[in-house]
Structures are given as structure tokens and as C-alpha cells.
Nanobody, 126 residues
Framework: VQLQASGGGLVQPGGSLRLSCAASGRAFSSGVAGWFRQAPGKEREFVAAIRLSDRNTFYGDFVKGRFTISRDSAKNSVFLQMNSLKPEDTAVYYC????????????????????WGQGTQVTVSS
């Protein structure tokens, strides 16, 4: 299984980006797909997740309505729409897939995820 993340780049504060994560080698119909991020010198942080069976979504506290996670099962892909970006959103963003249907408290922990993409850099700067 391979996860390919894309869509990162340089954007001004207040701007938007849409990250994509395409899975190959296996079609995921259950489990959880998530996004994490890691800024220099900081620990990896939970951003958002979507439970693949019921499409319930979960977000990190800092998101505050700015980001939206979604999936396209036909394309075996997950997306992260990021709006109102701030400089503190600057980080490498990673997509990940967990094969178990973790409860909301568990899916925020990166250790629950079985597959990881390579990361895409998001830089928010004027």
C-alpha cells in the first residue's frame, strides 16, 4: 500500500490550499484516514480524520472550522481543504490510514495508523 500526498505549497496568510492523498495497492472501505502535521522542532500533531465506514469527521482543536476533510471512494483518495491559513499552520502535512475503526479519542494518536504518505510541505508566509 502506498499513500501519495500532494497539494502543498507557499500561500499567504488568509489563503487556502487543498491537500490530496491518493492510496494505491489497496482499496480502503473501512478504517480511518487522517492528516497529521509536524513543524520543525515540534511533535507530530493530529489535524483531521474521517472514518471511512460512516464518514464521520474529527478535527484537532486548533482547526476551529477552517479545515474540512473529505473522501472520494471511487478515487480511493482523501482531501484536506484548508482555509484561512495562518503562519502557525506551516508544517509538513502527512496523510495516514488506519485499518481499524478507532473511536474518536484513539484516532487522534498517530500510533494507531498503519500506513503513511511521504508528507507535503505547507508554508504560510507573506
Amino acid at each position: 500500500v502506498q499513500l501519495q500526498a500532494s497539494g502543498g505549497g507557499l500561500v499567504q496568510p488568509g489563503g487556502s490550499l487543498r491537500l490530496s492523498c491518493a492510496a494505491s495497492g489497496r482499496a480502503f472501505s473501512s478504517g480511518v484516514a487522517g492528516w497529521f502535521r509536524q513543524a520543525p522542532g515540534k511533535e507530530r500533531e493530529f489535524v483531521a480524520a474521517i472514518r471511512l465506514s460512516d464518514r464521520n469527521t474529527f478535527y484537532g482543536d486548533f482547526v476551529k472550522g477552517r479545515f474540512t476533510i473529505s473522501r472520494d471512494s471511487a478515487k480511493n483518495s482523501v482531501f484536506l481543504q484548508m482555509n484561512s491559513l495562518k503562519p502557525e499552520d506551516t508544517a509538513v502535512y502527512y496523510c495516514a490510514v488506519a485499518t481499524r475503526n478507532w473511536i474518536s479519542s484513539a484516532l487522534r494518536d498517530s500510533i494507531r495508523y498503519d500506513y503513511w504518505g511521504q508528507g507535503t510541505q505547507v508554508t504560510v508566509s507573506s
